[in-house]
């Protein structure tokens, strides 16, 4: 994520920790849902829901970190010239969400069963 974010925008030292810190943020998440004793495949569909969340969420992390507006997130299926930015992270969210869903079905599957 650090990579993508640099190529595209500019920030100065404070600005690099701050979003470090976010990016960071999903794998402290991860590591604590599975000290946790519940089963896999919901451990498994939480670790996918939140990491969709949190590279969705990460141009507005980094237009408040470093105050300006970070490219073209809108959305137009329609576009796909001018709006890929937003369609891709939309998509790469629908995405998670779905194997989310998935993984939480079959983990009350494996409850039941």
């Not at 990460?58 to 299926?77: H, L, N, P, Q, R």
């Not at 709006?83 to 790469?92: A, D, K, P, R």
């Amino acid at each position: 994520m650090l990579c993508a974010v640099r190529a595209t925008v500019t920030f100065n030292l404070m600005q690099g920790t701050l979003i470090t810190l976010y990016a960071f943020l999903p794998f402290a998440v991860i590591s604590l849902m599975h000290l946790t004793p519940l089963n896999r495949c919901f451990k498994a569909a939480a670790d996918v829901l939140f990491s969709g969340l949190c590279l969705y969420g990460m141009s507005f992390v980094i237009s408040v970190i470093t105050g300006e507006k970070s490219g073209s997130y809108a959305v137009d299926f329609n576009d796909w010239a001018n709006c890929i930015n937003g369609n891709i992270y939309l998509l790469t969210l629908i995405a998670c969400l779905t194997v989310a869903v998935a993984l939480t079905v079959s983990g009350i599957k494996k409850r039941k069963g």
